[in-house]
């Protein structure tokens, strides 16, 4: 019996279990993701299935997540300035 373990596609560390109900939330939730034109949403759309798909890591999901949430936050923020 071979065990295979996956490494994450950005940081290259193995990627521990992860209950596959919240991988198969995850992946649903991404699926309704509407349509949109801005860059960092298309991103995160993406960035969902490469978790849900245990393409990549917990901790790097998270962090891309938050770097992603961050600069559409400082967009929206620049694009409501008068």
């Not at 521990?16 to 991404?30: F, Q, T, V, W």
Request: charged content about 35%.
């Amino acid at each position: 019996m071979c065990i295979h373990i996956k490494d994450c596609a950005i940081c290259n560390d193995p990627i521990e279990d992860i209950n596959k109900a919240l991988l198969r939330k995850i992946r649903k939730g991404a699926m309704k993701f509407p349509g949109s034109k801005k860059e960092e949403m298309k991103k995160i759309h993406t960035l969902a299935f490469k978790f849900s798909n245990e393409k990549i890591c917990e901790y790097c999901y998270l962090r891309e997540m938050a770097r992603l949430t961050t600069i559409m936050r400082i967009k929206a923020m620049e694009n409501s300035k008068p």
